[in-house]
């Protein structure tokens, strides 16, 4: 059987947590969680004891996960709508295949410079819909 897929998550909310981390959490053969980066302390906190994520795997802010050697394969980005871009552009610059939350961006023209970025860069990109 194949190892499961690596991801770190940006965003513990409740797409984060309850649909992507909750998913992780009944299907470890298929997905493992291996670091995390949430601004609020007791989502991080929470989060990281399910996953059992070691300290230096949480990060309070996704530019401190990001501006590191990559953790894992994919960066899942699970941040409020109108955070999703700059944190998937980082992820695609630094090697991570993006499962995007929707919306891609707000705004069209940051919309384009995502999909833009990952066809420059090779890397996957995929659009979550769970609702």
Same mark, same amino acid.
């Given at each position: 059987?194949?190892?499961? !897929?690596?991801?770190?998550?940006?965003?513990?909310?409740?797409?984060?947590?309850?649909?992507?981390?909750?998913?992780?959490?009944?299907?470890?053969?298929?997905?493992?969680?291996? &670091?995390?980066?949430?601004?609020?302390?007791?989502?991080?906190?929470?989060?990281?004891?399910?996953?059992?994520? &070691?300290?230096?795997?949480?990060?309070?802010?996704?530019?401190?996960?990001?501006?590191?050697?990559?953790?894992?394969? !994919?960066?899942?980005?699970?941040?409020?709508?109108?955070?999703?871009?700059?944190?998937?552009?980082?992820?695609?610059?630094?090697?991570?295949?993006?499962?995007?939350?929707?919306?891609?961006?707000?705004?069209?023209?940051?919309?384009?410079?995502?999909?833009?970025?990952?066809?420059?860069?090779?890397?996957?990109?995929?659009?979550?819909?769970?609702?």
């Amino acid at each position: 059987m194949a190892e499961p !897929v690596e991801a770190v998550v940006i965003g513990a909310g409740l797409r984060g947590r309850d649909t992507y981390g909750a998913f992780a959490l009944a299907n470890p053969e298929l997905l493992r969680i291996v &670091a995390l980066a949430e601004p609020d302390r007791e989502r991080r906190s929470a989060f990281a004891r399910a996953h059992r994520l &070691a300290a230096e795997r949480c990060f309070d802010d996704w530019r401190g996960l990001l501006g590191r050697p990559a953790l894992a394969r !994919v960066a899942i980005v699970a941040t409020p709508d109108n955070a999703h871009a700059e944190p998937a552009l980082t992820a695609l610059a630094a090697g991570y295949d993006v499962l995007l939350e929707k919306p891609i961006a707000i705004e069209p023209v940051a919309c384009v410079r995502v999909v833009e970025a990952a066809d420059s860069a090779g890397r996957l990109l995929q659009i979550g819909h769970c609702l």
